[in-house]
């Protein structure tokens, strides 16, 4: 089993940038960006992610999977997210905002969750945590030493060292606890743990290529978040004067300087992480098919973050599933106003058109959805799958290696060439494919799983 470490990276003296890579396995970078927390294009959209299609195999089986699909936005990695939440909102315009999102809001077809929503828990520190600080940090704090003495504990085996898994997103606790997570939910630990020293946190959407993944039910659009600590004092006696004497400026990332598309950040605001994280966390369950929770999770994401797209998207496919469809046409009107060319946000709502008998309408739309993007994300793995079902095991093998060189860490399009090479009897590339599908898992569990298939695969080969 893999371990890939946080990396983090600073500029020393504002002018020579540490470009030390902390990962032990850099192929596997590209595809931190978040899950719900982080960890689909129909309807979703999390480090924010955007939920595409209902993903069972026997949509896929059938061939209408991904031309069917709805698309939602997350940050569980994540996780539309082509216009990211701003950092900074005027405070008169986001309660105007905040007030008409409340008219979309239709509490009545939903069922309350089991446990109600709590915003102030995402970073809430436990006594482990608070435990963690006052003996390993704090000392070091006092000194002026904070930030490194948090970069040291997040290196250290034994110390808060993160293994990637985008299982679902954590929170801070959960993150600390686990010593897993997608990108949001290490820099939710961080921004908590740097928060408690008096640090100040700045949280970061990064400008990466596209990465789309697939889940249970959707596909989803997955974006990065990372988080930088900056000089500062606080309530541990940080000593900014040392401190930027050492380093500018820390960023704490699992994904080493110069992997991303050309280094770009939006600064975020707290608000809009916390949103991020409650989107991520509704697209994912509502990928479990618990629309119940997921409407509760999507709703406190709009309300906390009413400037965010994303947002809307979820909740109105919620409503939409729920037959609320004027409040989940109005929800995606609005979506549009914040991000007129978010592709997930366009794509659903011409789906709702239809649905309503608007076709001109909905055409002009998927037009639009067109010239944003040309090629759909999964169209070669579609191809891929419908050749193995008609049994053109060749064609399959030709369809799914397209869809790698789109994204090439995609554990399960691995998979699948893996199978189609296994129906054309060609047990070492199988065996190849299977064990880049278990090097590319997003998670333990998946690992686990293409793991026993690969042993399998191998024990079945030497049998011949």
């Not at 945590?129 to 250290?156: N, T």
């Not at 290529?209 to 541990?236: E, I, K, M, Q, S």
Request: proline content about 4%; hydrophobic content about 45%.
């Amino acid at each position: 089993m893999w371990r890939m470490l946080p990396s983090i990276h600073g500029s020393f003296d504002d002018v020579h940038p540490a470009t030390g890579d902390l990962v032990t396995n850099p192929r596997r970078i590209d595809t931190c960006l978040f899950w719900l927390d982080a960890r689909r294009i129909m309807d979703l959209c999390t480090c924010q992610e955007t939920v595409m299609a209902a993903w069972t195999s026997q949509r896929l089986a059938a061939g209408e999977a991904l031309r069917a699909a709805l698309i939602v936005s997350a940050s569980w990695a994540l996780l539309a997210c082509s216009s990211g939440p701003s950092g900074v909102v005027d405070a008169s315009r986001e309660g105007h905002l905040r007030e008409q999102a409340s008219t979309l809001f239709r509490d009545a077809s939903f069922a309350p969750p089991e446990h109600p929503v709590d915003v102030a828990d995402i970073l809430r520190l436990d006594e482990r945590m608070d435990s963690f600080v006052r003996h390993h940090l704090a000392a070091s704090a006092r000194q002026g030493e904070g930030p490194q003495a948090l970069m040291d504990a997040l290196q250290a085996r034994g110390g808060l060292l993160v293994d990637y898994d985008a299982s679902f997103t954590r929170n801070a606790r959960e993150t600390f606890a686990a010593r897993q997570g997608n990108c949001l939910s290490l820099a939710l630990m961080t921004g908590a743990l740097a928060k408690r020293l008096g640090l100040p946190v700045q949280y970061q959407l990064v400008n990466t290529a596209p990465l789309w993944n697939h889940g249970r039910r959707y596909a989803f659009l997955v974006r990065h978040v990372n988080v930088r600590l900056d000089p500062g004092t606080g309530n541990v006696g940080v000593r900014g004067d040392l401190w930027s004497q050492r380093m500018a400026s820390l960023t704490i990332d699992f994904v080493p300087p110069g992997s991303v598309r050309d280094g770009r950040v939006q600064v975020l605001s707290e608000e809009a992480v916390l949103a991020m994280y409650m989107n991520n966390r509704a697209a994912e369950t509502m990928d479990e098919g618990k629309p119940d929770e997921a409407y509760a999770w999507a709703r406190a994401a709009v309300w906390t973050d009413p400037t965010q797209a994303s947002n809307y998207n979820t909740l109105a496919i919620l409503l939409r599933q729920r037959g609320e469809m004027t409040a989940a046409r109005e929800a995606w009107m609005a979506a549009q106003r914040l991000a007129p060319d978010d592709v997930s946000v366009l794509s659903n709502l011409a789906a709702l058109l239809d649905a309503q008998g608007e076709h001109d309408g909905a055409v002009a739309l998927r037009n639009r959805v067109a010239v944003l993007m040309p090629v759909q994300p999964f169209a070669a793995l579609e191809a891929g799958l419908e050749a193995l079902n008609r049994g053109d095991a060749r064609t399959a093998v030709q369809a799914f290696r397209r869809q790698l060189s789109v994204n090439e860490d995609d554990a399960q399009t691995h998979f699948y060439l893996a199978l189609a090479h296994c129906r054309l009897g060609e047990w070492v590339e199988a065996q190849q494919q299977l064990a880049l599908a278990e090097r590319d898992s997003l998670s333990a569990s998946e690992r686990l799983r293409f793991s026993g298939k690969l042993m399998a695969l191998r024990a079945q080969a030497s049998a011949r």
